[in-house]
């Protein structure tokens, strides 16, 4: 019997299976297959598509691919040049199947957002990116807005007031469940400038009672007094993201945990936070099991009184924390603080030693799905190789050092069986992040085959990010060949997180 391999074995097809073969052409697939295909194109290359043929357009236009739009350049949207095209594009594409879009500020017009309301009955997604905004279109006539929406986010400029728009919008604010308002802090220059408040939290919060997530990112005006505000109303709120609002020093949080007793996630990443305002707040009557403290300045007294006085932890990020010591992360752990610890950064933390760090994961990291570890220099090659059997449920790792001028590491590091570890013990990664640079990495001709075990035994691996250099290129091209064209990538260019490990991760996504 011949096998596949058999080199003198050869299929002979009947002139009949030859015909039916040679008819079988894409004009043959069902409509319902080829909608499929379509379905995995992005918009700007459903337009090229349309021009093929009069059925392949219809298809490429149907209202079911066009669920979900955006219309911002700049984040890879399709560029609308009039006002008019879109009115036209929601008439006849969009409709009633339309679910999320996001509008530039050239196109928040009175008659774009009535079409909107009044066409796309299902819409529960918007963003309004005012961000670039050099004035506001007049909205005294606007008189209909969607109503139905789940999620509304709000991207502020730094000087134009939103407040002629805002209260034209208010009343129909009552079902949101998420808001976002992003500011300019990544545009912002160093030097203060001149800070104007230009939307109006107190009048946002009476009307928007049902606010479970609330994400204010950057916004250099938000301090205590709009959290009050927005806590005196909002009190089903679950999630409170304020992440780089630096003004925010914590003497609200008192009457957050007091009035907002669903509150389960609280993100204060790069805020500026203080010990005083933070010891004040009864956190034992919380039930925050998710926090974010990243790169804020807090003293190990008050990370000790604040985090043990907390129920207990399934996410914490403590990165660049210099504080966070042994004893701290011990008591944690002895008071069961960590029981249901899913996600943990504490990448920079010199406070914390070698010895801790491997007892903790020794003890907790066969529950653990994310670690960031990096910026330890003392945690080298040897510390890795006895600890990553203790991941096994990981699937976001972040490990190494980048040399610097302030961290230096004498020895180097042995990359192939770092990367065989992984291979061997986490079958489930997702992503993972080695920051040692080139000079630091010691590889060989033979490191493409643990190249090769960690690609076919990881089958999950969707990003694996290296310092750009001679290792990076040989791990790409094995990647490459296999067709797995997007998962190398350089720490240059991307950036590794466990945020996605967070409960409400999907709701706090913007950009």
């Keep these: 019997m011949a096998t596949e391999e058999d080199p003198h074995h050869h299929h002979h097809h009947s002139p009949h299976h030859e015909a039916i073969l040679s008819s079988l052409t894409i004009h043959k697939l069902p409509d319902k297959l ?39 350049p700049e984040y890879g949207g399709l560029h609308v040049h009039y006002v008019d095209a879109l009115l036209t594009l929601i008439g006849i594409r969009f409709g009633a199947t339309m679910k999320y879009i996001e509008l530039p500020c050239e196109l928040i017009t009175s008659p774009v957002l009535h079409d909107l309301a009044n066409k796309c009955p299902n819409l529960a997604y918007m963003t309004l990116d005012f961000a670039n905004a050099m004035q506001l279109h007049d909205f005294n006539d606007l008189n209909a807005f969607p109503c139905n929406l789940r999620s509304l986010c709000i991207c502020l ?87 780089f609002c630096l003004r925010v020093k914590g003497s609200s949080f008192k009457s957050l945990v007091q009035r907002c007793k669903k509150l389960k996630t609280l993100l204060l990443q790069h805020t500026g936070v203080e010990d005083h305002h933070m010891m004040a707040v009864p956190w034992e009557t919380s039930i925050i099991s998710e926090l974010d403290l990243t790169s804020t300045e807090l003293s190990t007294e ?86 990553i059997g203790f ?66 035994r990881c089958p999950h691996l969707k990003s694996l990010t290296l310092s750009d250099g001679e290792y990076y290129e040989m791990v790409k091209s094995n990647f490459e060949r296999a067709d797995r064209l997007k998962v190398v990538r350089t720490t240059t260019n991307y950036c590794t997180s466990i945020v996605s490990l967070l409960n409400c991760y999907k709701d706090l996504l913007f950009n």
Aim: net charge neutral; aromatic share 10%.
């Design 157 to 243: 400029s730094e000087v134009i007031f939103l407040e002629g728009f805002m209260r034209r919008i208010y009343s129909c604010l009552s079902s949101l469940e998420v808001l976002h308002l992003i500011g300019t802090f990544e545009m912002s220059m160093e030097a203060e400038e001149d800070i104007y408040e230009v939307i109006n939290i107190g009048k946002i919060k009476a009307h928007t009672p049902n606010l479970r997530i609330v994400n204010m990112y950057g916004i250099t005006f938000i301090d205590d007094s709009h959290i009050e505000l927005l806590t005196s109303n909002c009190i089903h709120i679950e999630t409170l993201a304020l992440n």
């Design 34 to 72: 080829l909608l499929h295909i379509f379905s995995f194109l992005k918009h700007q290359e459903l337009g090229k598509v349309a021009r093929v043929c009069k059925k392949w357009r219809l298809l490429a236009y149907d209202p079911r691919l066009w669920k979900s739009v955006s219309l911002r």
């Design 302 to 387: 008050c990370l000790e009184n604040i985090l043990l006085r907390m129920p207990g932890f399934t996410f914490l990020a403590l990165g660049y924390c210099e504080f966070f010591s042994d004893r701290i992360l011990d008591h944690l752990s002895q008071k069961g603080k960590f029981n249901n610890l899913k996600a943990l950064d504490i990448s920079h933390t010199h406070a914390l030693s070698e010895n801790a760090i491997y007892q903790f994961l020794q003890s907790h990291g066969h529950h653990l799905t994310g670690l960031m570890c990096c910026g330890k220099p003392k945690l080298t090659e040897n510390f890795w190789l006895n600890v």
């Design 391 to 456: 991941l096994t449920s990981i699937r976001i790792c972040v490990l190494g050092t980048a040399n610097g001028w302030f961290l230096r590491i004498q020895s180097k590091v042995h990359i192939d069986q770092v990367i065989e570890g992984f291979a061997q013990n986490c079958s489930r990664l997702e992503r993972l992040e080695i920051q040692w640079d080139p000079d630091t990495i010691r590889f060989s001709d033979k490191s493409n085959k643990f190249v090769d075990h960690i690609r076919l």
